[in-house]
């Protein structure tokens, strides 16, 4: 393994848990996205909110998945809930990491604790999505990742229901839960019916035989994590403008982010070994807890989250 190091300008209260991370073989560094010119920009979107122009490099998008039977591949245990053998798909674009040639992937602390969240309820380890792994053993899968309206991590919600559900790698007769963390998820592209994520895996689900799969998807903003426990909260579409600076202080005062001249951006960590993926999530949601509960108590003051009965859509394959 390459040796890793750690990147962060964090404050003493949360420097123990950086170090922690660094010693466990995880990078976190500021991200940076850029603008199409080659020139580096903040990198600014509200929590796991689509991709804005100009876009930060990408997040990352995971598959927690519980395994019905024994793999080889699969044999690193969780620490989370379930039972038997577990994976967890790490989607995340790989990048270059090192002068090795080693792959790995890039999560902002967003993600990292979106799969604790999902870790937490279907189970892991952690694989990667752009190696193509087998699913025909998963009964429960948890996607995470930043989405937009019909799309998770700029990949189209068509290409993730057919890996889902074509071909020998995909999931089994037997499959029966799908937890989609994604912002935006219940959400049609340009109001048209049956182009939301959740529609689209939905209906593939349903030309496989696979009926009565219930599936839940995000109306905006999404915002999940074991500190807030099971239930999702979302930024209602015309509060935007009031959450996005919100969140902007609460990173600061949390030290998950740097202050540039004029934007915010927030750490990303990178693991070359995908079995540190779940003590890298866990770490993380540990680390950023306080940040969520003091993010959610102000956006509920200004009145910016959807109401409970109002923040996701369900659908049934």
Not at 49 to 69: H, S, V, Y
Not at 164 to 186: M, N, Q, W
């Amino acid at each position: 393994m390459i040796i890793e190091r750690l990147q962060v300008k964090a404050l003493a209260d949360s420097l123990a848990g950086w170090r922690r991370a660094a010693l466990a073989g995880i990078s976190f560094i500021a991200p940076r996205c850029h603008a199409g010119n080659g020139l580096p920009q903040p990198a600014r979107f509200l929590l796991g909110e689509g991709p804005t122009q100009p876009r930060p490099d990408p997040a990352g998008l995971f598959l927690c998945c519980r395994m019905r039977q024994h793999n080889d591949s699969f044999s690193h245990q969780s620490t989370w809930g379930g039972t038997g053998n577990m994976a967890v798909l790490v989607t995340v674009p790989k990048t270059a990491v090192g002068t090795g040639g080693t792959t790995a992937g890039q999560m902002d602390f967003i993600v990292w604790t979106s799969i604790d969240y999902g870790l937490t309820r279907v189970g892991g380890p952690v694989l990667y999505y752009d190696d193509r792994p087998d699913l025909s053993a998963v009964d429960e899968l948890c996607i995470v990742g930043h989405g937009s309206p019909g799309q998770i991590e700029r990949r189209s919600a068509t290409d993730m229901a057919k890996m889902l559900t074509e071909g020998p790698k995909s999931v089994p007769d037997s499959f029966r839960k799908l937890i989609v963390t994604s912002c935006y998820a219940g959400v049609t592209v340009g109001g048209q019916d049956g182009t939301a994520v959740i529609d689209v895996i939905a209906a593939a689900l349903r030309r496989r035989g696979l009926k009565g799969i219930e599936i839940s998807g995000a109306m905006g903003p999404s915002i999940k994590a074991n500190e807030l426990g099971e239930v999702f909260k979302a930024v209602k579409s015309d509060k935007l403008g009031t959450a996005g600076p919100i969140q902007d202080r609460q990173i600061i005062n949390h030290n998950l982010g740097v202050q540039n001249k004029d934007d915010v951006t927030r750490y990303k960590g990178t693991t070359t070994d995908p079995k540190l993926a779940e003590q890298a999530a866990k770490m993380m949601a540990k680390i950023s807890g306080q940040f969520y509960r003091d993010f959610v108590d102000e956006l509920e003051k200004e009145r910016a989250l959807f109401a409970a009965e109002q923040t996701m859509r369900t659908v049934y394959s």
